[in-house]
């Protein structure tokens, strides 16, 4: 059996080669999302081990977080972006997976693996009926394949949606997302080390407003990753 869906898997890629996430170039037999050079390129922040990180230091003065990193640099029109877009806009939920997978593995060994249970940023309803799945869970579910945390997504509710952020300017993404997240559940979290997982950090806003709510749990610290960071 098995080798029956070998063989008609070698088939379909014979007719339908899966490209580079990247670069576009078709992948080998071995290569999944990304080709061998892409992949050895990755733009990573190295942030993971450096306190006071300009993804840290987003949070400075706003909520106290034990830390709070991200795997890789998006630099606008970076050809890495696609990942993230894929998975988004796509469905590709087998990007967001291998990004949360290779965020897990950079976290083993730092100070981040002290945290004891993920929690993602909840879209609201009808966005995720429109898009079928949220994107920071399949990014925690990747995490958590490889560290083994458990993933807590029913403890944030979002309360309304919000307009998109991408064409705001920073004080008023602020004031878009304040007030939008509610904590469901906080028992499930309360006196542990919480990871807030999302896909991408700008301004830090959506982290916050959603960080804002998890501390209110009794004795939570806080860290926080995200698969990329916007500069
Ligand atoms: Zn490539």
């Known amino acids: 059996m098995l080798l029956v869906r070998k063989y008609l898997e070698g088939l379909v890629s014979l007719f339908y080669p899966d490209f580079c996430l990247a670069c576009n170039t078709s992948l080998l037999g071995n290569e999944t999302i990304l080709c061998t050079f892409c992949r050895h390129t990755l733009p990573v922040t190295g942030f993971h081990n450096s306190p006071g990180n300009p993804v840290e230091?987003?949070?400075w003065g706003r909520i106290p977080v034990v830390g709070a990193t991200s795997l890789l640099f998006f630099e606008k029109g970076s050809k890495y972006q696609s990942l993230i877009h894929q998975l988004k806009y796509y469905g590709k939920k087998?990007?967001?997976?291998f990004l949360g997978?290779?965020?897990g593995a950079s976290l083993q060994d730092t100070s981040f693996n002290d945290a004891?249970?993920?929690v993602t940023v909840p879209l609201h309803k009808a966005k995720l009926r429109r898009r079928g799945f949220n994107q920071s869970d399949v990014i925690a579910q990747g995490i958590s394949e490889i560290t083994g945390k458990p993933v807590l997504s029913n403890v944030l509710r979002r309360k309304t949606n919000t307009k998109s952020q991408t064409r705001q300017k920073r004080y008023d993404r602020w004031k878009n997302v304040e007030g939008i997240f509610e904590c469901s559940k906080p028992d499930l979290i309360k006196g542990k080390h919480v990871l807030l997982v999302d896909d991408v950090v700008t301004t830090g806003a959506t982290l916050e407003a959603a960080?804002?709510?998890i501390l209110e749990a009794d004795g939570v610290r806080l860290s926080i990753a995200t698969a990329a960071?916007?500069?």
């Open 94 to 97: 087998e990007a967001g997976k």
């Open 116 to 118: 004891e249970v993920i």
């Open 101 to 103: 997978r290779l965020l």
């Open 229 to 231: 960071f916007v500069n």
């Open 211 to 213: 960080g804002g709510r």
């Open 57 to 59: 230091k987003l949070f």
